[in-house]
């Protein structure tokens, strides 16, 4: 596998995303889907490019939630990947497999199609809902994707999402969620990934309990993102919400069209040569 990477523009593409990530300003990462949604991310100034797991699942015809396979998922990655020369950081769900062997060989699978930095979740999709992963199991599996991420000699970043607030049957999520992230930063993780928490209150105390950098997932009750940088996060996602807003438009003009025979939705579409140009 190492022959068939280019390890001194790995390494020089994870450096940049790490001191980004531990540098003095928030890392704004707006999640793409596809080679188009990429392109216009780095065309807008954006440092470094992240993928949407959901984005590209919806894409491929999957419903969100570790239903796409690791190789469909990995296609888009290097595609995403081979579209820009800039750091790739991909959402790789919960390293497709529960066992720590599982999460190594993804990441060396990510780090094969161009990616350079990843999320992994501690949680699964199980029948009554969202379900963390037992706590010894889930810091094991951090640890062996460091491991395998040293065996290639590239400083990977590894963000290690928690899922406390979400898929914690415990009467305390929040000091789930800051132990487990803690003990993620321990075993090489490089920052963590606390998503659903909105209250700017809740997230300035996972700042001061969290002992590495922290990113948030944004929605339209988040604090601003000056407010999160006030606050001390290092960075911050949006996760599905450009695709999710790519087929609202759709349905929106699909519903324009079918009642009133009409193309305003079309008015202040990119041109076909703006695209081009693009892609080019």
């Given amino acids: 596998m190492v022959k068939s990477m280019n390890i001194p523009a790995l390494i020089a593409k994870a450096q940049k995303l790490q001191s980004l990530v531990t540098g003095p300003e928030i890392l ?3 999640n793409v889907w596809d080679a188009g949604s990429t392109r216009i991310v780095a065309d807008a100034g954006f440092q470094v490019i992240a993928t ?3 984005g590209i699942a ?3 015809g999957y ?3 570790e239903n796409i396979q690791r190789n469909d998922m990995l296609f888009m990655v290097q595609r995403i990947s081979h579209t820009v020369d ?3 950081t991909a959402d790789m769900e919960a390293g497709y497999g529960e066992n720590p062997e599982a999460v190594a060989e993804t990441l060396l699978e990510t780090l094969k199609a161009g990616a350079i930095g990843a999320n ?3 949680s699964l999709s199980k029948p ?4 963390l992963l037992e706590f010894k199991l889930s810091v094991e599996r951090i640890q062996a994707a460091r491991v395998a991420a040293n065996s290639v000699d590239v400083p990977f970043v590894i963000n290690a999402r928690t899922d406390g607030f979400y898929g914690s049957r415990n009467d305390d999520p929040f000091n789930e969620a800051v132990q487990r992230a803690n003990a993620y930063l321990e075993a090489g993780a490089d920052s963590v990934f606390v998503p659903f928490v909105n209250n700017k209150n809740l997230i300035t105390r996972l700042v001061k309990e969290i002992d590495g950098p922290i990113n948030i997932l944004l929605g339209p009750s988040s604090p601003t993102i000056p407010e999160l940088k006030e606050i001390g996060v290092a960075r911050v996602s949006i996760g599905g919400l450009f695709s999710l807003m790519s087929y609202t438009n ?3 003009a699909c519903a324009e069209i079918h009642d009133d025979g009409t193309y305003s939705w079309a008015q202040n579409a990119l041109t076909h040569p703006e695209m081009n140009k693009l892609m080019s």
Avoid at 128 to 131: A, L, Q, Y
């Fill in 52 to 54: 949407s797991s959901a």
């Fill in 120 to 122: 992994f979740e501690d």
């Fill in 58 to 60: 919806w894409s491929l």
């Fill in 28 to 30: 704004v990462l707006p």
């Fill in 63 to 65: 419903a969100d939630g």
């Fill in 250 to 252: 759709i349905r929106k």
């Fill in 86 to 88: 800039l750091p790739v």
């Fill in 128 to 131: 009554k809902g969202r379900e």
